[in-house]
């Protein structure tokens, strides 16, 4: 069951004395600012006639906005991070939509976040425009001038969450102590609606994940990253990694761990917290307001370990792939060649390689040239981050429809240098 926005105190309204329920937040942008305080458009900044004050009241409140009095039960006064009682920006909002004044309130502390230099202010509009969970990451770095950080810091903070976040898309998919070239692809679709901003300090960063798509993936970090943390506890009390094990079936992975090594890595430390989406409610079987997570350079040795079992342990896996051949290698005119395919059905990568003896080459070289993809059993290998299949038999030309075998054949027509024969061994990547 989901609990809607309780970060800023105020529960839904249910018709018991507690107030009108509003209506269901609908994200719509609005016009910039013109010159008499309205809104035109072109901005991105929501329609306040469709903002909930609760969503509102509850991402200031996340944001380090502090509530200042106000009217009970009619408009809350909230003024920026830092501030005293009586400086800087302060905002009037409603408490709820039951007054005449309620968008006007709304339409200005809107207008004035938007024209604000506090750099929460836009992570609220973020919100507000698009309702989203956020993830966020801190490290403690030593700062340079004005409490700013090397470039490269930053790019290593960039590249951790990075990680950090596939390996929960990659989770979704399935779990695996390592998941290799499998659903890469898919993961990586699911993060394109991601958005990303970052501290002026450039010591934190934060996601943000629309709800929906991106629930699954949040709700899938929130349980793995507290799974390592006590995956790690458990091996610097005791020495032993089976809490690992345990722990791939909550989403941990080596993916997650080298995202968190990364993360952690030159620092004094670091953390990740999660943050639900105040107008979609709290996933069930998660906190409602989870506490972040914490990782010190004293885990990194726990977190490697487990780094390595995770890529030695996860076992191959049998498959029958139907693929398009890309690219044939083999050392002379005779004997077993290497070949590339295109997966089309069978595995959840994109391309894999095999190495196939004389007659299935030959077979997969004349499947190629008339425009067919070929069904070949095997193993697909972890090693090399399961883009290689072992032990291939059965090697077979498969029908295809016309549209598809047209699409194989102009394929082969644009790259005549497929056949690579008489060469030094393709490389692997």
Not at 111 to 125: H, K, N
Not at 127 to 136: C, K, N, Q, T, W
Not at 205 to 214: D, E, H, K, R, S
Not at 284 to 290: S, T
């Amino acid at each position: 069951m989901h609990r809607p926005i309780d970060e800023s105190g105020h529960g839904a309204g249910d018709g018991a004395g507690r107030g009108p329920v509003p209506p269901p937040y609908r994200p719509h942008p609005v016009p910039p600012v013109d010159s008499g305080g309205r809104s035109a458009p072109g901005d991105g900044v929501p329609d306040p006639g469709r903002v909930d004050p609760r969503v509102l009241g509850a991402l200031l409140a996340r944001h380090g906005w502090r509530r200042r009095g106000g009217a009970a039960g009619r408009y809350g006064r909230w003024t920026p991070p830092g501030s005293g009682p009586g400086g800087g920006t302060s905002l009037l909002v409603p408490d709820t939509l039951a007054f005449p004044d309620c968008e006007d309130l709304i339409g200005e502390a809107l207008t004035a976040l938007a024209r604000s230099g506090t750099p929460s202010a836009r992570e609220v509009l973020t919100g507000l425009a698009v309702p989203s969970d956020e993830i966020r990451w801190w490290r403690e770095v030593p700062t340079g001038p004005a409490g700013t950080v090397p470039w490269p810091v930053q790019e290593q903070l960039r590249s951790a969450a990075r990680k950090i976040l596939l390996a929960g898309a990659l989770a979704v998919r399935g779990r695996a102590g390592y998941h290799g070239s499998r659903h890469r692809a898919a993961a990586q679709a699911a993060l394109e609606p991601v958005v990303v901003g970052t501290d002026p300090g450039g010591r934190a960063l934060t996601a943000f994940l629309p709800v929906p798509p991106g629930r699954p993936v949040a709700v899938r970090l929130y349980h793995a990253l507290h799974a390592a943390r006590e995956a790690v506890d458990y091996q610097r009390a005791t020495g032993g990694m089976d809490a690992f094990d345990s722990a791939v079936e909550a989403g941990v992975s080596r993916e997650l761990t080298e995202g968190l090594v990364a993360l952690v890595r030159g620092t004094e430390g670091a953390r990740v917290a999660l943050a639900w989406a105040p107008a979609a409610g709290v996933p069930e079987g998660c906190a409602a307001r989870p506490e972040p997570v914490e990782f010190s350079p004293g885990d990194l040795p726990a977190l490697r370990e487990a780094s390595a079992r995770y890529l030695t342990d996860e076992p191959s896996v049998p498959v029958r792939v139907t693929g398009a051949v890309v690219r044939m290698r083999r050392s002379g005119p005779r004997g077993e060649g290497r070949v590339r395919l295109r997966v089309l059905g069978g595995a959840d990568v994109g391309h894999v390689r095999v190495t196939l003896d004389e007659e299935a080459y030959r077979t997969a070289g004349h499947a190629h040239l008339v425009g067919l993809p070929i069904r070949v059993v095997g193993r697909l290998e972890s090693r090399g981050g399961f883009r290689r299949l072992t032990g291939a038999s059965g090697v077979v030309p498969v029908q295809v429809d016309e549209a598809e075998r047209d699409r194989l054949m102009k394929s082969l027509h644009e790259n005549l240098d497929f056949l690579e024969e008489a060469c030094e061994p393709e490389e692997e990547r």
